[in-house]
């Protein structure tokens, strides 16, 4: 799907004939469960939405939204992810993590990346403050 679900969906026909842009229209799960059981599929993939992770499951993985353009617009650090089917129709993802060019940001938005990185960092130990001690020779003579 390029975008969402149509009303005009009533059969596979409908979809060669869809106009690829026009209104929106808001959809839940009942309309996906209807959309999957009439056209006999197991999930309903769209595209044309941000998603923090580069793709994300809704009503009980009947829906995936994708989105493929890591850092969009060079600021909104979001993912990117790719689809692979294989050949008995199992899914996965390659997921592209977004590469920020920190110049373009707001400092605002700096600061938020910045602190969002360091919670998710792990803390490694001062070895000062462990009671170690540091050694600046060898400890083994050759």
């Not at 106009?19 to 595209?47: E, H, K, P, W």
């Not at 995936?64 to 992810?81: I, K, L, R």
Request: charged share 25%.
């Amino acid at each position: 799907m390029h975008g969402g679900i149509s009303p005009q969906i009533q059969s596979w026909d409908a979809l060669v004939n869809l106009q690829t842009r026009a209104t929106s229209y808001i959809f839940g799960g009942d309309t996906i469960a209807n959309i999957c059981s009439m056209l006999d599929i197991s999930m309903v993939v769209r595209a044309h939405e941000v998603v923090k992770d580069g793709h994300q499951f809704l009503f009980d993985k009947k829906l995936v939204t994708m989105f493929s353009a890591p850092n969009y617009c060079g600021t909104d650090g979001n993912a990117a992810s790719v689809m692979k089917v294989s050949g008995d129709l199992e899914i996965s993802f390659i997921t592209l993590k977004p590469r920020l060019d920190t110049n373009r940001l707001s400092e605002e938005k700096r600061l938020l990346i910045e602190k969002m990185l360091a919670d998710s960092m792990a803390k490694s130990p001062d070895p000062c403050k462990c009671g170690r001690l540091l050694h600046k020779q060898p400890l083994i003579e050759f």
